[in-house]
């Protein structure tokens, strides 16, 4: 008997640290939740169902309970009953967790736009969706579509789209997507945000090689910080990526309304220019600046769309924000994979797109050069040739997500590719998946 007791004892013990453990994360873990649940069902045409069985069926958000107000356009996820968090949907901001912020306040943005190309279907390819008949004859369309084909065997991959020069080649999608579905880029939304840095240098409003004009640093040994600094992750300020427990990205992303705010007070840890350090927090501070330059919310909103999501034919994109009206340049960009292609291509292309020059010139080459602490590894907000692509040209860079999410431009070979999914750590072979396709091009 005092054995039984005794194991159970320690059983209750073991329980009791374990509910403690996931109610100290029970925020993070709703607020992942019901982000996701209301984003994805509001921008596409994915079911609860659907959702809770792919995005959010591994431990421990599985455990969250999530009702979804269609009436009001919310998702509220409770664990076992507490750490509620609920996520608003708005027209064209997309959606957002309420976290520490005003509900009515935050259901009151709005944005509404004109979408550009209004006829997509009759307008040629990279602008609209129609398409040459005839592929380029340097492309082996038949080993393109087996290298295709080998990228959804194993990984869990969702979509690949694959233009050479501004030339379509080839998409394929997996079961429950297709071209017109919307994919979260996830920190893919950093190399937009860094696009939009660019276009404000090049109308004479941003120069990041001055101090980053944030007044809560004047005062202060943060007065040092460029956005050049800021661009390339090495802005020197104390910040913990880490997304397996609470940290500073986790604590921003689901606890926080005004995410850059929370960002910009962090304190300098290094003298900036000599650390590298990734940073979801960098990205929304950022985003933060980017919001400071103009006069209006309005006119902040309509930005994106206006100088870079109409200007390259990205019908698609919904950039979310925060509570507080903020672009969550870190995370939270919807499209679908053409036009994430789309803005591989303007990438491509050397900023320029449609017949215009939408980046600085030498924009590109900026953004592919390392950040000098990255050690070869980092640009401005994108990623260059890593060691996932041994085999791939040494000018290889690219966009970078949660889960594999890729958007792959490789100047030397005059190709974008596009790679979406849903995959753990090692369970995708990108190196083979970009080789295979690059064999097919002679």
């Not at 590298?276 to 600046?289: A, D, E, F, P, R």
Request: net charge positive; charged share 25%; with cysteine.
């Amino acid at each position: 008997m005092k054995k039984l007791l005794y194991i159970l004892l320690v059983v209750l013990v073991i329980a009791g640290f374990g509910f403690k453990y996931l109610l100290d994360r029970g925020l993070i873990i709703t607020g992942f939740s019901a982000k996701m649940l209301s984003s994805w069902t509001e921008l596409t045409d994915r079911t609860q169902k659907d959702i809770e069985e792919q995005e959010l069926s591994f431990f421990p958000l599985n455990l969250a309970n999530n009702v979804i107000n269609k009436k009001d356009h919310s998702v509220v996820s409770k664990l076992f009953g507490f750490k509620a968090q609920k996520a608003v949907y708005r027209e064209g901001l997309g959606s957002t967790l309420i976290a520490d912020a005003d509900e009515e306040k935050v259901r009151q943005q709005k944005l509404i736009q004109k979408i550009l190309p209004e006829n997509p279907d009759t307008v040629f390819w990279p602008f609209g969706n129609k398409f040459l008949k005839n592929l380029p004859p340097e492309v082996d369309t038949a080993k393109l579509k087996s290298a295709i084909e080998k990228a959804f065997e194993k990984g869990n991959t969702r979509a690949v789209v694959v233009c050479y020069d501004t030339v379509f080649l080839m998409e394929k999608y997996a079961k429950g997507f297709d071209k017109d579905m919307r994919f979260l880029g996830w920190s893919m939304s950093k190399s937009v945000t860094s696009a939009l840095v660019g276009i404000l240098v090049k109308k004479g409003m941003l120069d990041i090689y001055k101090p980053a004009p944030v007044n809560e640093w004047k005062n202060d040994e943060r007065n040092k910080i460029t956005l050049n600094h800021l661009l390339h992750m090495t802005s020197g300020l104390e910040w913990e990526e880490n997304y397996g427990n609470i940290s500073d990205a986790t604590v921003m992303l689901y606890e926080k309304g005004d995410m850059g705010n929370f960002a910009l007070n962090k304190p300098l840890q290094h003298e900036p220019g000599s650390f590298w350090y990734y940073s979801s927090g960098t990205t929304n501070i950022i985003s933060l600046v980017i919001r400071r330059m103009f006069a209006t919310d309005q006119d902040y909103w309509k930005f994106p769309r206006k100088e870079l999501f109409n200007k390259t034919g990205m019908r698609s994109m919904v950039f979310e924000t925060d509570a507080s009206g903020t672009f969550v340049g870190s995370s939270y960009i919807f499209g679908t994979a053409r036009d994430w292609a789309r803005f591989g291509l303007l990438y491509l292309k050397n900023g320029k797109f449609n017949g215009e020059q939408i980046l600085p010139e030498g924009w590109t080459e900026y953004t592919s050069e390392p950040a000098l602490a990255s050690g070869g590894k980092y640009g401005a907000q994108f990623w260059l040739q890593p060691k996932e692509l041994p085999d791939a040209p040494e000018d290889t860079y690219f966009c970078d997500g949660y889960h594999g999410q890729r958007v792959y431009i490789i100047p030397s070979k005059n190709i974008v590719i596009v790679r979406f999914g849903l995959n753990k750590k090692g369970e995708f072979d990108y190196n083979n998946f970009v080789k295979n396709i690059l064999e097919s091009i002679k």
